[in-house]
C-alpha cells in the first residue's frame, strides 16, 4: 500500500516508518496488527517524480470533488429559500393575478470556481503535502510491529504539527490563490482576518477525531482510502470558505 500520493487531505498519513524521503513505502499488517514495511535507497531528485506527480494529480480530483460537493450544497439550500421566499410572497398575495414564484435564481455550477481549486490542489498542495509528509515521516517515525501505545507519541506530534502549521499555510495560500485570480487580492487581508480563523476551526474539528479514528480504528489496508475520502470534506472546507464563509453564516442564521 502507497500512502504519499494517495494521502491528499490535509490530515495525517497512515501509519508506518521510514526514512521519509521517498514518495512512497509499501507496507503490511499481520493478525496481530504489527506493521512492516520496505523501504529503499533514497532516490535521486528525478526518481521522486513520478511520486510527486501522482500526488498533485490525486490532490486535484479530490479538490474536484469537494469543490462540486460544496457548489452542490450551496445550490440546494438557495433552491429551497426561494421557494420557502416564494411561498411566503404567494400567501401574502393571494388575490394578485401576478405570482413572484421563481424570482429568486438558483446560481449555476462555477466552472471556473472548481478549475480555480484543481489548479491550486494540483500546483501547490499535493506536492507540498509530499514533502510534508516525508518530513514528518523522517522526524516522527513510528516503530514496526509496536503496540499503539508505543507509537502514540509520535502520532500526536503529527495530528498536532498538521493542524498547527499546515492547516494556517494552507488557508492563507488557498485564500491568497483564489483572491488573486478573481481579480481581489487587495480584500486578501480582510478575507483573512473574517475567514480564516473559523475555516481553521472547521478544520480542527474535523480532523482531529478523523485522524484519531483513522490510527486507532482503521485497518491498515483501508487507512488510505479512508483518509482520501476524509480529504474530500476538508476541501469543501477550503472551497466554502474561500466563496464566502462569512456569507454562508449570515444566510444560515436566517434559517
Known amino acids: 500500500?502507497?500512502?504519499?500520493?494517495?494521502?491528499?487531505?490535509?490530515?495525517?498519513?497512515?501509519?508506518?516508518?521510514?526514512?521519509?524521503?521517498?514518495?512512497?513505502?509499501?507496507?503490511s499488517g499481520s493478525r496481530s496488527g504489527a506493521v512492516t514495511f520496505k523501504g529503499a535507497a533514497p532516490p535521486s531528485g528525478a526518481s521522486q517524480g513520478p511520486a510527486?506527480?501522482?500526488?498533485?494529480?490525486?490532490?486535484?480530483?479530490?479538490?474536484?470533488v469537494g469543490d462540486v460537493l460544496a457548489q452542490t450544497i450551496t445550490r440546494n439550500a438557495a433552491k429551497k429559500a426561494g421557494l420557502a421566499k416564494s411561498s411566503a410572497d404567494n400567501a401574502k398575495k393571494k388575490s394578485s393575478a401576478k405570482s413572484p414564484a421563481g424570482d429568486s435564481p438558483v446560481p449555476g455550477y462555477d466552472l471556473v470556481r472548481t478549475a480555480r481549486q484543481m489548479a491550486y490542489?494540483?500546483?501547490?498542495?499535493?506536492?507540498?503535502?509530499?514533502?510534508?509528509?516525508?518530513?514528518?515521516?523522517?522526524?516522527?517515525?513510528?516503530?514496526?510491529?509496536?503496540?499503539?501505545?508505543?507509537?502514540?507519541?509520535?502520532?500526536?506530534w503529527k495530528v498536532f504539527l498538521n493542524q498547527a502549521v499546515l492547516g494556517p499555510?494552507?488557508?492563507?495560500?488557498?485564500?491568497?490563490?483564489?483572491?488573486?485570480?478573481?481579480?481581489?487580492?487587495?480584500?486578501?487581508?480582510?478575507?483573512?482576518?473574517?475567514?480564516?480563523f473559523p475555516a481553521l476551526k472547521r478544520g480542527w474539528a474535523f480532523w482531529v477525531p478523523a485522524a484519531s479514528v483513522n490510527f486507532a480504528l482503521v485497518p491498515l489496508k483501508a487507512q488510505v482510502l479512508y483518509m482520501s475520502c476524509c480529504s474530500i470534506v476538508w476541501n469543501y472546507i477550503l472551497s466554502t470558505a474561500a466563496a464566502g464563509g462569512s456569507q454562508g453564516k449570515a444566510e444560515g442564521k436566517k434559517k
Not at 500500500?1 to 507496507?27: E, N
Not at 509530499?130 to 499503539?148: D, M, Q, R, V
Not at 494552507?170 to 480564516?196: C, H, I, N, Q
Open 121 to 156: 490542489n494540483f500546483v501547490f498542495y499535493g506536492p507540498a503535502q509530499h514533502f510534508w509528509y516525508a518530513a514528518l515521516a523522517a522526524k516522527f517515525p513510528t516503530a514496526a510491529g509496536a503496540s499503539l501505545a508505543a507509537n502514540l507519541p509520535p502520532f500526536v
Open 169 to 196: 499555510v494552507v488557508v492563507a495560500t488557498f485564500f491568497g490563490w483564489s483572491m488573486t485570480l478573481t481579480g481581489r487580492a487587495d480584500e486578501y487581508p480582510a478575507k483573512m482576518r473574517s475567514d480564516a
Open 1 to 27: 500500500m502507497r500512502f504519499q500520493a494517495l494521502s491528499s487531505g490535509g490530515a495525517i498519513p497512515p501509519r508506518g516508518s521510514g526514512d521519509g524521503k521517498r514518495g512512497a513505502t509499501d507496507f
Open 52 to 64: 510527486i506527480f501522482k500526488a498533485a494529480y490525486t490532490c486535484a480530483g479530490l479538490g474536484v
